[in-house]
């Protein structure tokens, strides 16, 4: 049976893959499923998880007073490495363009592990200053393009 590994950290997350995580745990959905949730807005996941159900197998609880974004990132992206070598998932689940959702695109990309994609966002073209949404997309979004020329030069270095 295959595994699938759903991955989130806001509200907005939740809400939306909350009818796909119900899906996905019906008992002839033909998939083993486990949750993990960033922390990414922790305080702000309870409403969503209760209104469908849903207990997360793994809470990275990964948010700190007055992180950077790049400390959030970097501490998202180390546990969620941790959770995929140890679930070993044969996909990741994400949705949106958050900092959740690049980690988890990102470390299943580390590992090898499919990455299905769930609405890909509003796509303005833009590269606002303080906006890592509008870069996140595009690696995000466009695994075929992205990933596959970050796969050649890793191999190639």
Known sequence: MPRALVIFGTRPEAVKLG???LELQRPNSGFNVKVCVTGQH???LDAPLQTFGITPDVDLASMRSDQSLAESAARILAGLE???DRSRPDIVVVQGDTTSTFCGALA???SRVRVAHVEAGLRT???APGSPRSIWQRPIGQPT???RRASRRRRSA
């Open 125 to 127: 073209g833009g590269l």
């Open 19 to 21: 009818p796909v995580i």
């Open 82 to 84: 941790r959770v995929i």
């Open 42 to 44: 922790r305080e702000l």
């Open 145 to 147: 393009t992205f990933w």
């Open 108 to 110: 299943a990309f580390y």
